[in-house]
């Protein structure tokens, strides 16, 4: 969801179809209430005729929502139980056991880079790599757009911030202080 809050209140105007009496203009007529409840209905008119589209079967089931449930619900599920399963693999093979439960234990947790060694991380075969359908064009046009090095670059303002979150390390957190950094 998009916030047009500010942008609302700058202009004086509601930017998206909803009842809102403060503003004096936009989408909050009754006409275009009315016409964005029509369009609503139309699309859940022709969603809902879609799915009749294939018939019934003999159960009185609908044979687009079995063949949905078949080929993309019980897939997505399969794969996140597997997904779910190895999380908790992955957990309870993270988290160190009090020194009771061990018997060569000495109550002390180990160092974070031996911690990470013994770590059960999933297997990287597990990661579904695909994309799906609805956002494959999207992610096309993104790495278009990267690989044309017309991606537009950090404002000067922008870049200043992140100048000095690298020097907060060092105790220099204001701008005014990477400032001075950025332009040596």
């Known amino acids: 969801d998009v916030s047009y809050m500010t942008w609302e209140g700058k ?5 998206c179809p909803r009842p809102a009496r403060r503003y004096s203009k936009g989408w ?8 964005v409840r029509e369009w609503k209905r139309k699309v859940h008119r022709h969603a809902a005729r ?11 089931r609908l044979q687009s ?11 997505w599920a399969e794969r996140a139980r597997d997904q779910l399963q190895e999380y908790r693999e992955w957990k309870v093979a993270r988290t160190p056991k009090p020194a009771a439960e061990d018997a060569g234990s000495t109550g002390e947790v180990p160092p974070l880079g031996l911690m990470a060694q013994s770590l059960s991380l999933p297997p990287l075969a597990s990661v579904n790599s695909g994309v799906p359908a609805v956002y494959a064009r999207v992610l096309e046009l993104l790495q278009a757009a990267d690989g044309s090095k ?35």
Do not use: I, Y
Request: one cysteine or more; a negative charge; glycine letters at 4%.
């Open 28 to 35: 909050n007529t009754d006409a275009v209430l009315l016409e």
């Open 50 to 60: 879609e799915w009749f589209v294939e018939g019934s079967d003999a159960n009185g």
């Open 150 to 184: 017309q991606w537009p670059s950090t404002t000067p303002k922008r870049r200043l911030v992140m100048v000095s979150d690298a020097n907060a390390a060092d105790g220099s957190k204001s701008l005014a202080a990477a400032h001075l950094a950025a332009k040596k």
């Open 11 to 15: 202009t004086d105007t509601a930017l």
């Open 65 to 75: 929502e079995r063949s949905w449930r078949e080929q993309v619900l019980c897939p």
